[in-house]
């Protein structure tokens, strides 16, 4: 499985971007798609992640509830991340993740930096 992701960009406190990433290969296999981000000098933590059942569960980090929403399109193999209100703690590169089968797979990353 191959993921590409893309929307990282620059922009103000209180503005918004959105990420999408898609996948390609063998994504009959995924189960779950999400995102991480990582700071300089912090660990890679995750954003918000999403099932890719039929229930499309989701599970966000407590920083981001309410701002960001995470979703899917299953026939494109892609998720995105709708991230809103964004803050300056939110800079971070933004990496697309799979699971599949017991393998984790991750996409480059993308850069999101909050200035004013």
């Known amino acids: 499985v191959q993921l590409q992701a893309s929307g990282g960009g620059l922009v103000q406190p209180g503005g918004s971007l959105r990420l999408s990433c898609s996948a390609s290969?063998?994504?009959?296999?995924?189960?779950?798609m999400g995102w991480y981000r990582q700071a300089p000098g912090k660990q890679r933590e995750l954003v918000a992640s999403?099932?890719?059942?039929?229930?499309?569960?989701?599970n966000y980090a407590d920083s981001v509830k309410g701002r960001f929403t995470i979703s899917r399109d299953n026939a494109k193999r892609s998720v995105y991340l709708q991230m809103n209100s964004l803050k300056l703690e939110d800079t971070a590169v933004y990496y697309c993740?799979?699971?599949?089968?017991?393998?984790?797979?991750w996409g480059q990353g993308t850069q999101v930096t909050v200035s004013s």
């Open positions: 993740n799979y699971y599949a089968l017991g393998i984790t797979g």
């Open positions: 290969g063998s994504v009959f296999s995924i189960s779950v």
């Open positions: 999403i099932t890719m059942s039929n229930g499309g569960s989701t």
